[in-house]
């Protein structure tokens, strides 16, 4: 079977090296090719530039070549277009389910993706219309349209007769819609009760009450409650609850996928790649964190304004300075763990916007008592090195910040969701460079009381 | 239908309000319950603390109670073990799948872990013993022990009619395991593939070339790669390539969840929480915290002694102190993002920790490009205010600090893997950190240089 490192390392030997490759490579790779399981096609797939990636889909069996482009982003897929030539890209295209090609055409020039669609056969072209006409965010774009459903007075023979029919073309008949005749929900049930039930049931007595999104619903938020349902796909209605599409898990999942790289690199301050690592371009990954950088940057000369202001306090006590990157790590850290906590919570939907307050109460303990421990620890050890009175500054000033930072870092990411911002974007490096600011105003004024300067 | 917020608003008006509960209220509240929909009846179970959650479980009729209940994270469920009490408790461990069951045995203490195992019927207790002989990490403790195979000369009736039999027991019969008579896995087809065909093919015929997993596998990156393949179970082999189990999408989807929770955590330098934030006690959310976060301001002593070292300089210049808080901030930044992309690359793959070198030439590359413009445009703007020779230092100082950043950010994350560490762990604040002291030493040392002090 497949799992064959070997043929890893050769494949990768000749296609990482740069330059021209030599056409009598062209057997061998197919060849090596052949043995790589789908697993390790698409790791392949996902370290390679477009060119070399494309010539490997050329060279694949028809069928993998399909389920190895299916399974790659459709911002991936885009950046492959140009390479693929004209022929191939069409066929990967009309082998691709109606949902995944409207996510292809977004990521792709509006004169590209009018000739891709213009290549689809009349009924192709009319499914994928269906979806595209569903706003950018709503379920309604991310599910399939070609959906399997059985009548509610059905028998159980009739009904998996029907599904018999229906899968040519449904994506998945394991979940299984039940219709009024004008096409309305009334329950859901699967090919598996049908299946294993006696063929003269009717299919009123095997189905459930059905859980179901309406198309204009937010794709994250449906995808995030729907997933830990355990289900495999969700029925989607229009606005008079006619059945028009469902949601299969694997597009719930890539859904969630994506949010979550999207939150992982904001939270780090960088705008979300749209390919592999390995295959973005340098040029582009500074492009991806120079806005943010320089925006947090402007932001930083707020402290140095704020140091400006109290420099002749720093004049009279220069070992103030001295502890200047401890105070603002530490309330940058505290800000950040609040932050992210937060954050993660509303993802899930474990906490929502009118939970603020709740929120805000919660990270002041939470701050306080973490101020409070580093407070006592810090104030002792430094007191005891630098002097008492300093000692006492450190103290108080920890306690102060780190009470000031959680409250706002877990307030923050709230404020940035009711606003319509991404909480994301708002919650690490936002709070580090405010909490930075306040922090420092604090430790001036706690020091010029302590030390009378 | 279900959707209704008047419900919802409802329920929480007398379930989140603190003290006793009066009697005459569980009817109300029951009849309450059963118009929620299973989404929002997750939903609130999720806000909701320990006891208050056990009462709605046991005023939820029977199906949906158990459907609720195992749509909770382990540990969550594990927290309700106490309040719902031991009769209750029995049914709804009963109702968990095999691997669902070891999860939420591995939250619980062993005393009372094994007490529940007691109370399974015998064949169960079998299977989920099979689950439990597998390490912790490990894909064979996440797989289904159940599972649907048909054998490799059956025909399609044959198959079927098996299915049929073995749906009884088995967590998912969609995707169908082919095998030889001494069990070992030679294909993978589907109910649907079975299901459309003619009865009298044969299944080897229709089957395709599997993948899968061995059992000791681990869990992370076996969900990771399975996922993107859009498969709904794969099959799971022990060494000798018997089949001993399958891993269905949703628990595939559980495991990568969990993982990205703790990356979420951890980049933000917290433990991940094991249950919803809003039901978390604020003593445990300081716990979560506190250790990394004295870890970290420990580390941050380092910049003090930089500082201490570089004291005279500061007492020359008073006017370094100001500065000190940007470059440090921007070193910060520069570093996260650098440390966030890479670690999201090798938790999504697309990295590997042999690619080390490729990622510090990379990132070197990005970190100095990013350095040059920030270094020319802040030390222009500066240098106007503070004079040229201030600039200058300024300008060197950040381009040298982001391609220090960058770099150091860009492989931490390799290292760790390296090591066996979590890579969200060394990436955000550590990185801080280890920035703020050697950007504050490069600072000093480029000051002294250009200022001749």
Redesign the interface.
Known sequence: ??DDTVVIDDLERILLTEGQLEPQRAEELQALLGKL???NT??LL??LGPNRAALVLRLLPRARSY?AF??LDSAHQAELVDALGDAPITEFFGSLDPDDRVALLDELPAEIAQRLMQTLAQGQRDVTGVVLGYPKRSIGRRMSPQVPMVGLHDTVATA?DR??EQ??DAES??TVPVVTSDRKLVGVTS??TL??ADPDERVEELMS????AHAADNDEETAR??????Y?ALPIVDDS?RLVGMLT??DA?DI??EA??E???R????EP?QQ???TTA??K??R???V???V??VS??L??QV??AF?EA??AA??L??????L???G???G??A???????LA????RKK?VF??LW?EL??GA??GL??GV??GLL?GAIYGASIGLVLGLTLTAVCTLAASVGGIMPLLAKAIGADPAVF???FI??FV??TG?ILYFLIARAVLGI
Not at 209 to 212: A, I, L, Q, T
Not at 225 to 230: A, K
Not at 321 to 326: M, V
């Open positions: 079977m497949a399981s789908l697993k698409i790791s996902e370290r389920d299916d399974a998996l599904l018999r899968a040519a008949i394991y090919l598996r299946f294993t009450e059905p859980e179901y409650w729907f997933l830990p349902l355990d495999l609850d898990v694997d999942f969630v996928e979550d790289n939150d992982a690199a939270g780090g301050g960088a790649l592999p690592y390995l340098v040029v990954l500074v991806s964190r120079i943010w950088l320089g947090l940057a930083a000369l402290t140095v140091l400006d420099e720093l004049q220069v070992v300075s001295l502890f200047i990157p401890l603002t790590g530490t940058g850290n505290t950040n763990q932050a992210t906590t937060v954050t993660r919570a899930l939907g474990d906490v939970d709740k929120v919660r303990r939470v008592l973490l421990l580093l620890a810090f430094l919650s690490n490096p580090t460079t930075d600011a420092l």
